[in-house]
């Protein structure tokens, strides 16, 4: 066993295998970049497959090897159940299933854990019962959970190398110039597939949709695109667009947002021209309302939103307050529709988004991003992955990629969750490290990182309320009391590898009652 | 001494190294796509450099290496010159100049071939005075000519590698996203440059127009750019929109280009959703103009054009006779102005247009190409290279890579041209084989490749005036006698890499007077 700088234990053969967490930007590598294997498609040659059945066999795939799908479809997911199935039904077994991330709708994927199909699995996230089902044992290696910026970085250095991707999109041509912006499977940005489709050996895409040679916009070239399939649905239109531009109702999240919308104001970062993003969560959406009435007051509007995007953030640049959105994942419908609709709203590939080993990714040139937390711990690391309980139901996202690259990053984040303490002295996993986070807000006022002495500085006289970390997390405990430890068994269910490859944290296995 | 399958000898040096050409779908290669080094850029850090002569020192270029420029700026493109002089002036020697294409206004590497600072040349073309002395025997290594195709194909299965290309971009933020559509020197399309930028282990982006971040639409990823550098000017917005759209009132062309437009609208191609590429030349723009009267009084509209675009390809797409425009060269200030304006006039690189290498290239998907020619010969060869006189001065371009792919290959020639007859027993040099030819129009009539046996039978009782290709031959010698042949000496001054990587022909040096 190995302790790496954040004192996270990790088994001595992973440590070996990934190395150990040392610091934000300890790694900047130079290597060449990975490729995919290429076979020319000549003139007379069609890329149209009968079934998914048929393309399986014609691409190759065997025992052992990896396969890809992207989570653009959220909840209304179609692709990889209906994929998986017909691979287990053809008897291949042992993959490493390398989706960008898993949702409650992939539960299937248990039972082809259980059969042998999938052995090994890398993803953002895994949520509900497949989470619970990770972390009960149900696999024999552990999950590796990736960032969205981590996933493409791997890919690109070959960590990752995908031998078949299997991707759905809702407007496809028979060469495979793809889109996600177009027909009634519409999902918005292919952010995470483009990084796929590029460097995996085999590309399908599946569709419900096919056009016109040439469909465009083109997110996903033909030139990366072996295959096309075309199915009678790829996702259901309501669990796609999924998410509504609900604000929150709920007093404290209002308040946290309000101070939150306050700290960014009165930061050194607030001013024209500036950058942010800001996720889909009650009080993340309340914070850019609040955002939005001073940035009307004092005339300040912003250079680009990055995302991650919602409805109301593309409602504000549709407004003209803020100039540019670039988008690797579209979060609602209103969010769909603007990518669809406005030149301005452009779609970027996961790996500019956020890959630590690129030439330059966008959240390195972001100002603030506000995220939020299940638990920040007085060391200021974040978890976004495991529950109190636990057990793996969160993603690790974009998190530590912005947290890390940004000027500010801001955790919202209530003190308790019912009768649960949210501000705590070690998180149960960590997903963000302490150092790239700067300020924690919560209903009763904010923490400022004591490693951002410039932050405190400027903060001194301002009005919102400011506390230590130890001091929110007394509060905290002062509430619900100090919390049961959890009662881990032996055998680790997840590697949590931090954006740059190396190993943040691990957890393991928890007995559900 | 090699002679591949059409007869043209090869040296046996060249003949071992790229092998032999046998059919233009001979290869239909599997491997794995070379792939740019690549060095991390984190957060605080930036691209911007002083100065062309800090930005080559940095970008670690040394003897031997290989630069790259693209020529979206055609004649008046400042950058190749500025680069160079700035190697020339480092006392850096035998580097590789791996330009897209090379004009006129380049000039100057004339002394920098004779200064040992460019040893070994790749490009589609040479024109005028550096063809001249390419041709007079100025280098020691013979130059590559490659197809537009053919040079994507051999950047991605790592025939070129690239150490360092030197982009120019009218419009580009501080992070590397680049386009050729905004700003004072816009140029289109950036095709060609866009292959570079993926696959060169260094990627400069000169500018002088540094915009906000993010600078869309994105042509060149920043993910794919190392350094920035702004410049004062970065070509002549006179010369760089170059090409006019000027309509032939010679009677000769108008005779073509008539017999031309018949010849496709009584294809079996010409129906509604067709497509076409026309070039740049007077005869080709007269066609297109004839063309769309017919599919304004026939009511067939096309579903797209691919190119290499005009202005006026242009106003048929903006008067809803294209569908979609897909364009990896802008040739004209209208063409350069719809890209910018129109979502369906949409960019695309040169090895989506015609990289026969990948997983489908556009042209794969061509109904009918017209092209030009400076000499086609009884076996449909097409010579687009050296003039009569055996003088390098033109481009390969995607002449081969269209005219194999398309459904319908047409080539525009005079029968003579002055005291020189075009059509001809054997052409001086072979780009095109005759095997991609379809029709050959001439201003006394049409012939058809007797291989297309289905086309003959289909121009049976067409009103358009039929010869075998030998008549048209001996029509031409009558008038202007039979060529004198050319005097070449021993020297391989150039070889004619096919679009497949095989060797087509070899160029001699010619002694002028």
Known sequence: MSVNKLGRKIPQEYADKYGLFVDQFDRKPTYRRNSASVTAVLPGETKLRDSIKDVIIESGLKDGMTVSFHHHFREGDYVLN???????????????????????VHEPIIEHIK??????????????????????????????????????????????????AF???????????????????????LGYARVDAEFADKVVIITDNLVAYPNTPISIPQNHVDYVVVVDAIGDPNGIAK???????????????????????????????????????????????????????????????????????????????????????SFDRGAIESIKNNDKHYEISASMYANPGNKGASVNLLDIVVLSALEVDTKFNVNVMTGSDGVIRGASGGHSDTAAASKLSIILSPIVRGRIPTI??????????????????????????PLRTDLIECFKGSDIPQ???????????????????????????????????????????????
Chains 1, 2 share one sequence.
């Open 167 to 189: 991707l759905g999109a809702s407007s496809c041509d028979e060469y495979g110039n793809a889109n996600g912006s177009h027909g009634k499977s519409a999902c918005g940005s």
């Open 115 to 164: 059969n042998g199909v999938i052995t090994n699995i890398t993803s953002s996230g895994l949520r509900d019962k497949v989470g619970a089902a990770i972390s009960s044992g149900i696999m024999e290696n552990p999950v590796v959970i990736r960032s969205h910026g981590g996933r493409a970085r791997a890919i690109e250095m070959g960590d990752i190398k995908i031998d078949v």
């Open 243 to 329: 998410g509504a531009t609900r604000f929150t109702t709920d007093p404290k999240e209002l308040l946290i947002a309000e101070y939150a919308s306050k700290v960014i104001v009165q930061s050194p970062y607030f001013k024209p021209g500036f950058s942010f993003q800001a996720g889909s969560g009650g009080s993340a959406l309340a914070v850019a309302r609040y955002l939005k009435e001073t940035m009307i007051e004092k005339d300040v509007k912003a250079g680009f939103a990055l995302g991650g995007l919602t409805a109301h953030l593309c409602e504000m640049h549709e407004e003209g307050l803020i100039d540019t959105i670039i988008d690797t994942q």
């Open 82 to 104: 209906m994929v998986m199935e017909e691979i287990a039904k053809l008897g291949i077994k042992n993959l490493t299933l390398a989706s960008s991330s898993i949702a409650n």
């Open 424 to 449: 705590v002295d070690d998180v149960n996993t960590v997903i963000t490290p302490g150092q790239s986070i700067d300020v924690v807000v919560t209903e009763i006022g904010i923490a400022i990182n």
């Open 467 to 513: 506390f230590t970390i130890e001091e929110l997390k007394e509060k905290a405990y002062s509430i619900v009391g100090n919390p049961e430890p959890i009662q881990y068994g032996e055998k680790v269910v997840a590697l949590i590898e931090y954006r740059d490859g190396s190993l943040i944290d691990a957890v393991c296995q928890v007995e559900r009652d």
